[in-house]
Nanobody, 122 residues
Framework: VQLQASGGGLVQAGGSLKLSCAAS????????MGWFRQAPGKEREFVAG????????NYAESVKGRFTISRAYASSTVYLQMNSLKPEDTAVYYC????????????????WGQGTQVTVSS
């Protein structure tokens, strides 16, 4: 499974960014997918996850109400819409996939994409 993330950049506090993650064609459309992030000097943390059919989502408390994860039904492309960004959202964001239909913030994914930098200035 290969995951390609894109869409990071520099934005002012209060602004928005949309990240995309495209999985290789070998990826089963039945995979749960999601996003993690890692800020400098901190551990990687779960941000959001979505089930294979887009019917179930879960978020870290710190991003609830501001971030939205989405995917078309059984699609291998996942998006993360990030609104009302804060400086503490600055991190490298990683796309991830699980070898099962649902994403989980507590079960490590098996597949990782390369990171994309998100920087939020104050």
């Amino acid at each position: 499974v290969q995951l390609q993330a894109s869409g990071g950049g520099l934005v002012q506090a209060g602004g928005s960014l949309k990240l995309s993650c495209a999985a290789s064609k070998r990826t089963s459309s039945n995979n749960g997918m999601g996003w993690f992030r890692q800020a400098p000097g901190k551990e990687r943390e779960f941000v959001a996850g979505i089930s294979w059919n887009g019917g179930s989502t879960n978020y870290a408390e710190s991003v609830k109400g501001r971030f939205t994860i989405s995917r078309a039904y059984a699609s291998s492309t996942v998006y993360l819409q990030m609104n009302s960004l804060k400086p503490e959202d600055t991190a490298v964001y990683y796309c991830a996939a699980w070898p099962r239909p649902y994403a989980s913030g507590t079960v490590p994914p098996n597949y990782w994409g390369q990171g994309t930098q998100v920087t939020v200035s104050s």
